[in-house]
């Protein structure tokens, strides 16, 4: 008789231990502060990156230079280094407008702020890239739980858009490192829950003082051996910007 409750006695203390764990990440961690604070490690008050770009597809590869400025998480310019096709191209945003110049034909082109296109032939959207939507701002918070993702244990927050946020997702989910905080892994989803794409961040190296993901692979859902590379060469937490750097009149002189 002695061992025949023992099981009822581990199941017992299990479903306190999982009380206690469920009780600490409800109310132990904030999913917006969590998230603002992942996102805060590339997008900080300011930043200056030199970044190569990696497309793949199953029979060729493309490789493109670029430079890329933060200021906040509203203000953003992308220069295109190389190859000397793309040279010269420039995107920017500063606020809610966004604008895309191409020097070929030396004109500065409005785009739209929420945009899903291909940013120059990548699995990037323009949306993505230049900052256009805020995973904090823009989304409600829900943290799940903890899972392993990449060997690492993670907090796994899913988002829903706030009803007035004109994101182009109908549902995110984010998975932040609990040792260093870093976004791991995010999925994309569109309105019908149907997975499009994921970003990965890998390589963790020391930039500034401050470890952080030098990879950030995009793959798309539906396309077998479709993925693209973004790997940070050099980051610069304290930059110092002219004023008027961030500026449409900036974009067909900047270097």
């Known amino acids: 008789m002695r061992y025949a409750y023992r099981p009822n006695l581990l199941m017992k203390l299990n479903h306190i231990l999982t009380f206690l764990l469920l009780s600490t990440l409800s109310f132990g961690q904030n999913p917006t502060q969590l998230l603002r604070e992942a996102e805060a490690k590339l997008n900080s008050a300011n930043v200056a990156a030199e970044v190569q770009i990696k497309t793949v597809r199953p029979k060729w590869e493309r490789t493109m230079e670029a430079k890329i400025w933060n200021q906040g998480m509203d203000r953003t310019m992308i220069l295109v280094t190389g190859p000397a096709r793309e040279k010269g191209t420039v995107f920017l945003r500063n606020g809610e407008e966004v604008w895309h110049y191409v020097p070929g034909i030396k004109k500065i082109i409005a785009l739209p702020a929420a945009m899903v296109q291909s940013w120059m032939g990548t699995d990037f959207t323009n949306d993505a890239l230049i900052?256009?939507?805020?995973?904090?701002?823009?989304?409600?918070?829900?943290?799940?739980?903890?899972?392993?993702?990449?060997?690492?244990?993670?907090?796994?927050?899913?988002?829903?858009?706030?009803?007035?946020?004109?994101?182009?997702?109908?549902?995110?989910?984010?998975?932040?490192?609990?040792?260093?905080?870093?976004?791991?892994?995010?999925?994309?989803?569109?309105?019908?829950?149907?997975?499009?794409?994921?970003?990965?961040?890998?390589?963790?190296?020391?930039?500034?003082?401050?470890?952080?993901?030098?990879?950030?692979?995009?793959?798309?859902?539906?396309?077998?051996?479709?993925?693209?590379?973004?790997?940070?060469?050099?980051?610069d937490y304290n930059p110092t910007f002219a004023p008027g750097f961030f500026e449409r009149s900036n974009m067909k002189v900047v270097q």
């Open 131 to 235: 900052n256009a939507g805020s995973l904090v701002e823009d989304y409600e918070h829900d943290l799940e739980g903890i899972v392993t993702v990449q060997n690492m244990r993670c907090y796994k927050i899913a988002l829903v858009p706030k009803e007035e946020s004109a994101v182009v997702w109908g549902k995110v989910v984010t998975y932040i490192s609990v040792k260093e905080g870093l976004q791991i892994k995010t999925e994309f989803y569109d309105e019908d829950e149907y997975l499009v794409t994921t970003l990965e961040a890998m390589e963790t190296k020391v930039f500034g003082g401050q470890r952080v993901p030098s990879v950030l692979r995009i793959t798309p859902a539906d396309e077998e051996g479709f993925y693209t590379e973004l790997v940070y060469l050099k980051l």
